[in-house]
Nanobody, 121 residues
Framework: QVQLVEFGGGLVQAGDSLRLSCEAS????????MAWYRQAPGKEREEVSS???????YYSNAVKGRFTLSKDNAKNILHLQMDDLKPEDTAVYYC???????????????WGQGAQVTVSS
């Protein structure tokens, strides 16, 4: 099992930057795949960015070129640097961790508590 604690978020203006951080603790086998999702009011939760073993990083088209994902493997912290923020980035951002390949010992994916990001125009 994995415990996730998120830091960062807040209220900013369009064009500003924010950094979200997600500190993971627990079985390393259960956090080999980590991702950031977001959920805006009235919308479904969507994947924003993720990192696989080996360091391959995925970005959704909505954030590509503006957001940067990085992972401190020594400290098990996942960072999401968000630049040139837009009002449509307003959402609750969630950190997710799971094994890259299914592992019964890990159970269901772990989620953080969520961090509110609000971008005013």
């Amino acid at each position: 099992q994995v415990q996730l604690v998120e830091f960062g978020g807040g209220l900013v203006q369009a064009g500003d930057s924010l950094r979200l951080s997600c500190e993971a603790s627990g079985d390393p086998r259960c956090m080999s795949f980590m991702a950031w999702y977001r959920q805006a009011p009235g919308k479904e939760r969507e994947e924003v960015s993720s990192i696989k073993p080996g360091g391959y990083v995925y970005y959704s088209n909505a954030v590509k070129g503006r957001f940067t994902l990085s992972k401190d493997n020594a400290k098990n912290i996942l960072h999401l640097q968000m630049d040139d923020l837009k009002p449509e980035d307003t959402a609750v951002y969630y950190c997710k961790a799971e094994p890259y390949h299914p592992l019964e010992a890990c159970g269901v994916p772990s989620w953080g508590q969520g961090a509110q990001v609000t971008v005013s125009s």
